[in-house]
Nanobody, 118 residues
Framework: QVQLVESEGGLVQTGGSLRLSCAAS????????MGWARQAPGNQRELVAA???????NYADSVKGRFTISGDNARNTVYLQMNSLKPEDAAVYYC????????????WGQGTQVTVSS
């Protein structure tokens, strides 16, 4: 089992910044991808940003240039720095970890709300 502990989201104004963190603990081994997805009401969950092997980032086109994902391998933690936030970034943000080796499973966090006021 793996536990994912997400930091609190929050309410920010358009153009503002917010930093999310997610720490994983438990049965973590091998190579994995760790990151964030989000889901707004009425929409499907979509990938926001992910980090593979601790150093290979991947971003949704909608957040490129505004969001930065980074990681601390020793602590199995990822950080999502969100700058220049837009109302369309408002959603529940979910941390996830995806195992890339046999036996390492996939897990999701409980989600944290990010609200962007216009």
């Amino acid at each position: 089992q793996v536990q994912l502990v997400e930091s609190e989201g929050g309410l920010v104004q358009t153009g503002g910044s917010l930093r999310l963190s997610c720490a994983a603990s438990g049965s973590i081994f091998g190579r994995y991808t760790m990151g964030w997805a989000r889901q707004a009401p009425g929409n499907q969950r979509e990938l926001v940003a992910a980090l593979t092997g601790g150093d290979i980032p991947n971003y949704a086109d909608s957040v490129k240039g505004r969001f930065t994902i980074s990681g601390d391998n020793a602590r199995n933690t990822v950080y999502l720095q969100m700058n220049s936030l837009k109302p369309e970034d408002a959603a529940v943000y979910y941390c996830f970890i995806k195992g890339l080796v046999p036996g390492m499973l996939n897990y999701w966090g409980q989600g944290t709300q990010v609200t962007v006021s216009s």
